[in-house]
């Protein structure tokens, strides 16, 4: 891994966050008045056979004005079509943070890390929820990482850069690796996301001599293996878990908001580094995912993001599960 | 209220509960073993301008091979299919049951009761989650009955028959009063619904001198009215919130399952008492709500029951509305 040697030996200069996210509102999101009601703790589980997954919520960012300056590749008159026909508004749209665990007798596996309220003031609300889970971040032991953009790796440190998941291995999909750790690659990357290199050297540098590079195909742990999902990042990557005849697909970014990305899987956001790469991805893992009529999750899907795939028009939709106490 | 005294009057003999759900299958629905993992509690928290609503999960019954004995003008080989539409299994539905409470300056309004535990070992869960909720059942003083079947008025006593909202007036629709009060209406239901009869003299006895009936199109506290839905029992009645520019409808069981009956308004079941009276009520409510793109909630969608609806094809689709913290 000279790689990564090479990687925690840069720069740990302070980081000026990526601006992958659009700001969020604080005056809307927040409860009126000192009597703000409650709301109930935001995390969900349910089972993958044998196998207990808990999806939690670490909050959102609400971008404005969300037909301008996100698609890459579609004008504002579709972008805010496709926002009405989901119900969704023009004018602001959340992009939420959902965070999965997953039990299994190897032990405690998280994929990616939450923001670690360092990138929103809506977000970081993942270890409040994680404590009415029941879940103690000690326990974790494996870290599955999708790719490096900040609000997937960020919540790794704290704003001091302590590791939060002391007990755990980190697990990063090779060529992610690869790509971020070559600092020449800046000029590849759009200006907004230069800032993930520095992101990178600081959060995974708590957790030197704990990182495990893996290949795409590798079975990670029993029953969880790599499946390539090039294109949003070079390396990004989703896992599949599978138990018996049971199967959860852990999509990550493959599609963002699904009302858009899933709807028209050929727009490209400011996110995706390679539009076209990650189109392909994107219909291929969809594809797979709706003709396997297998249980999915994602990143940036409405909590509690577990749901099914199917295809529609030219492009698919989420189904989301029932909801149930019975887990 | 000459009708009341009638009624109450009646037998408040032992009742035999109506049939009005499947049976629930506690194996299936209960975790497996003493470590079993906790669900999140069962409430959600919303806004309808100024009042805040909350949706309370009661739990669900669980219905064995629902293609079978429970549509009934459509075969099973249909009802299958728009069940493997929805990715839903065919060969057991979950039915929910779902309290809406409402806060606005005259107080806390229930609308339905629950099931009060007494209906299925799988439903009667809401006092735990309004417990979780921060919501005392003593401080509800207004309680809004769609129709009288056991899963909308069973919870609003014990299986002692205590009334369990002791701070409440209990709001009825007139038609839905009348048409029960008269035990010579026995022949015009359904055998499994005829314990209706005794059930609703139980239920509503506590309550004597709290009873109120309304008319369709009455309003019952300011910005709460009730709106005719009739079909699915004779006074069914549906109640439309509004405040300033937002409004929320409260469609009771104008559809039962959205993937059955939303999306074939024609399709009746063995608890509507009035089928093509039901279905013209179903694409009277739900055209409207979607016209006006309005929020709705309802006792039988999927949790937490919080969306819009929209046409699709010759029925209408449900759209959930984002799970958020943020209130």
Not at 143 to 153: A, E, K, R, T
Not at 239 to 258: I, K
Request: hydrophobic share 45%; net charge neutral; charged share 15%.
């Amino acid at each position: 891994m000279t790689d990564r040697r090479n990687l925690l030996a840069a720069s740990s200069a302070a980081l000026a966050l990526p601006a992958l996210i659009g700001r969020a509102n604080a005056q809307t999101a927040a409860p009126a008045g000192a009597s703000a009601p409650a709301q109930a703790p935001g995390f969900y589980r349910f089972r993958v056979g044998s196998f207990v997954a808990t999806t939690v919520w670490d909050g959102f960012a609400a971008r404005q004005n969300p037909g301008t300056g996100w698609i890459t590749n579609a004008d504002q008159a579709a972008v805010e079509g496709a926002l009405r026909d989901a119900m969704l508004s023009t004018a602001r749209l959340d992009n939420p943070f959902i965070v999965t665990f997953l039990e299994t007798p190897a032990g405690l596996t998280m994929f990616d890390s939450g923001t670690g309220g360092q990138l929103a003031p809506t977000a970081g609300r993942m270890r409040e929820n994680l404590a009415a889970a029941g879940i103690d971040p000690l326990r974790v032991t494996r870290i599955l990482v999708s790719h490096f953009h900040g609000d997937h790796i960020t919540g790794l440190t704290t704003a001091e850069n302590a590791a939060v998941f002391p007990n755990a291995q980190v697990f990063v999909p090779e060529v992610e690796w690869a790509f971020w750790a070559d600092a020449t690659n800046e000029s590849r990357v759009p200006q907004a996301q230069r800032g993930t290199f520095a992101n990178v050297t600081r959060r995974f540098g708590p957790y030197q001599g704990k990182l495990e590079r893996f290949a795409a195909g590798a079975e990670i742990l029993p029953g969880v293996r790599a499946v390539a999902a090039y294109g949003h990042t070079p390396g990004h990557t989703v896992f599949h878990v599978a138990d018996g005849t049971e199967q959860l697909f852990v999509t990550a970014d493959t599609s963002s908001r699904p009302e858009l990305f899933l709807r028209n899987p050929g727009w490209s956001s400011i996110f995706d580094i390679d539009g076209p790469a990650a189109t392909a991805s994107r219909l291929a893992i969809f594809g797979r995912i709706a003709g396997e009529r297998a249980r999915m999750t994602a990143y940036h899907f409405p909590f509690p993001a577990n749901g099914f795939i199917q295809r529609m028009g030219e492009g698919f939709r989420f189904v989301p599960a029932d909801w149930s106490n019975a887990i």
